[in-house]
């Protein structure tokens, strides 16, 4: 997992918990370079779920509900790293080019990341729905960036996820 998404969480939890929460989180586990992380290194997932859980142990906050507000935050992080890759302001075409677009460009910056898969299953004006696909199952971080995508550009969403099946986690995405 690239150290922008761990430099960004400890940002967060910085801001939102205070220092010293992130620092009793990351002095119960063991992780490489005891946890300090660069933004352009590549780091086990394993990490990543591990401070997740701390996270929540210490909190009490359910691990889905830190994803989702961490998503939220990440958007715009990650949207400030690669401003050439926006190429619309309009949510739902945006959102389509994450899958045709961005996350191939990020591949190409970056070889050795490791992007979700979106399936497409039907587009019009209103609205967008796909299947998220990934071995990492991370659909909550993934509803937190699609919530920060419309706070950025101001054009208010309804964000449906379903269940996990076979094929993934399905999303419907519809302007309100
Ligand atoms: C609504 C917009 C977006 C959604 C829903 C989305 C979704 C995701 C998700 C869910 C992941 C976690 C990996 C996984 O689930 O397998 C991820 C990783 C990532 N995304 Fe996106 N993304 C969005 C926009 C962007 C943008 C705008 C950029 C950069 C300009 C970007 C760059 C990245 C990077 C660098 C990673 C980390 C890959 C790794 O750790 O190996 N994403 N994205």
Not at 152 to 160: D, S
């Amino acid at each position: 997992m690239r150290g922008i998404i761990f430099t960004e969480l400890y940002e967060l939890v910085e801001e939102k918990f205070g220092y010293e929460l992130l620092d009793d989180v990351l002095l119960d586990l063991e992780l490489t370079n005891d946890g300090a992380y660069t933004a352009t290194g590549n780091y086990p997932f394993s990490e990543l779920l591990d401070i997740l859980i701390k996270l929540h142990e210490h909190t009490k906050i359910p691990i889905e509900d830190l994803l989702e507000v961490f998503g939220e935050y990440l958007f715009t992080r990650l949207l400030n790293m690669h401003p050439e890759l926006a190429k619309t302001e309009n949510v739902l075409e945006f959102l389509e080019q994450v899958e045709t677009y961005i996350h191939i460009e990020v591949k190409k910056l970056y070889p050795d990341a490791e992007l979700p898969k979106f399936n497409i299953v039907s587009k019009d004006e209103k609205s967008f729905k796909f299947y998220y696909i990934s071995s990492k199952k991370l659909h909550h971080l993934a509803k937190g960036l699609i919530q920060g995508l419309s706070n950025h550009y101001k054009q208010p969403l309804e964000i449906k996820m379903g269940l996990e099946d076979k094929i993934g986690v399905f999303f419907e995405v519809t302007r309100i």
